[in-house]
């Protein structure tokens, strides 16, 4: 095949087990709430233990953001390495379901399919530990060149630099959609993912990033700025468009020396995972639909607003309804 | 340990997928909404290949009731069959940790942990296509005498009538029960069910069922009434506690000679699943806290509510709460 696709995403494969927990729960886990943090097997089972029921839904920061584009009708593909378990099938029927192309060979490993406990605090913010498993088997022979080239963006998660074979695949896939002439788009993902790797995130973001997606936390240890205005003036010019994410207060793009901010869109908040993912997904498909940056980032904050409005980072079947009602038509 | 329980549930082990479809897919897959069909590998993969994505949530029509015991603080135990596969995982931990007590040993058997795709339609009704795998393994080896014994009911589902090995672990607590002096519920489960075993049903609660429960279509179907009030009539003191459930009318309690109307709970419906489930649950919490049959059903109204509130057949964890802001204040 060598249909054109939208996007293609690459990221961790992972299921998400979502519990309802006390904030109690966090401190007596020594838990840093609404980050995300790697466990070991270990670790993951004892958690496991003392966690109430869960419900799973498939989830991955970059995954949601490409079964969010699904939903919006767009033509996506998708990158990531699950096991040959049970988790593992549930990823990839819910991922290949919504029409995204889906084709990457499963770890042979011992390794389970990567799972995140997500812990939804009183105030409906999520906290994550995740339990990479398989995801760390991704490499770059998963990254198809051809894959790749259809692609009009690529899309990674910070994630992604975290297990070594998945950072080759990252650069690989990055390089391969600019010698395509395609765009690549990160988003940071965690602002301790962000400490983790400031300089390397720094370097690839003024040379080889088109679009990048941070939040407030992620954009302040990115520049070490004090405030976040002091962050959007550091950042001015980093990249083709810079998306900053603040939850209620909105978003801010910069886009060739312009700089628009975007209010958020009301909405009863029943569990925040996915955010951050579905305002990508929202913003990239107005950017497919050429759309301005105004109204790119007005498609991000509605799909963020669908998200947090149920349980689980995917958005539900009615997205583009949702989206079309409080948008006008798109076309 | 010989601590007194509550209620020991008997019931298939099964972990729902949960997914939103138009009822055109239930036409094109032949599929008797509302109703519990059961079906074989081949037909689970075509289905699940055909579905949109969906979300995993612990089910079983027995083990619901007894999480909606144990959420509301009573004492439980439950025995069903999984596999050793993470589906299994999934089900032993969200039982057990709500304090449950579940001891089954696993199925050594190829099967896998069964599992129902549970088809929600937009009218909130949701039909089940049911894979039983391990289930089947379920046999009276697995009934303990003292785990049945320290139970003051036993609580079993119709759908143990299907898988032989179940059927014989149902008359094998029922008979532990009573020879313990204790009390033997049952719930009819779907009316498809009591179709194939309509004349087993009729012996067996005349004769050894204490509390019943049944929604209008199983309670026809059972007595082959041409009305439910023909129905009701015909239940006259077949049981104990003969308990009929009929959706938005609220449900009717015979007891003794007496015939108690209680209205339904009204509240916004998300999905059906469990209504039943938790409606014995809320009315066997009543009979343990030696409630009137009026209270018993109102507090089984009220948990039915509750679930149908939201996503999946078992209860938040504010289930206690939600009851108690109904019913003022539960000792």
Request: charged share 20%; net charge negative; with cysteine.
């Amino acid at each position: 095949m060598s249909d054109r696709m939208d996007v293609v995403g690459i990221g961790n494969a992972i299921v998400d087990l979502l519990s309802r927990v006390d904030d109690d729960f966090l401190v007596k886990h020594h838990l840093i709430k609404g980050a995300m943090t790697l466990i070991e097997v270990k670790q993951a089972v004892s958690l496991y233990e003392d966690m109430g029921p869960a419900i799973e839904v498939s989830g991955g920061s970059a995954a949601n953001t490409i079964a969010g584009l699904a939903a919006l009708g767009l033509a996506t593909g998708f990158i990531g390495k699950v096991a040959q378990d049970q988790l593992g099938e549930v990823f990839a029927h819910d991922i290949s379901s919504l029409g995204v192309e889906f084709n990457t060979v499963p770890s042979e490993d011992r390794e389970h399919t990567a799972r995140s406990f997500v812990l939804i605090t009183p105030d409906s913010k999520r906290t994550m530990n995740t339990y990479l498993g398989a995801s760390h088997a991704l490499g770059p022979d998963d990254v198809e060149a051809e894959f790749i080239q259809r692609a009009s963006i690529v899309y990674l998660e910070g994630y992604l630099w975290d297990p070594p074979g998945a950072k080759k695949a990252f650069l690989k896939a990055m390089k391969l959609a600019h010698a395509a002439g395609n765009r690549v788009a990160l988003t940071l993902s965690d602002s301790f993912c962000v400490e983790r790797y400031r300089a390397e995130f720094r370097d690839l973001i003024k040379n080889q990033v088109d679009i990048l997606f941070a939040n407030e936390a992620e954009i302040i240890s990115l520049t070490e700025a004090k405030s976040f205005a002091g962050a959007v003036s550091l950042m001015e010019s980093q990249a083709e468009y810079v998306v900053l994410t603040r939850s209620e207060k909105g978003s801010v793009i910069l886009n060739r020396g312009q700089q628009v901010a975007v209010p958020a869109c009301p909405t009863e908040i029943e569990d925040t995972t996915g955010a951050g993912d579905l305002y990508a997904a929202g913003f990239l498909a107005g950017l497919a639909k050429e759309r301005t940056a105004a109204a790119c980032g007005r498609m991000g904050a509605i799909c963020a607003a669908e998200v947090i409005s149920h349980l689980g980072g995917r958005p539900g079947t009615g997205l583009l309804r949702y989206l079309e009602e409080r948008l006008g038509r798109v076309t």
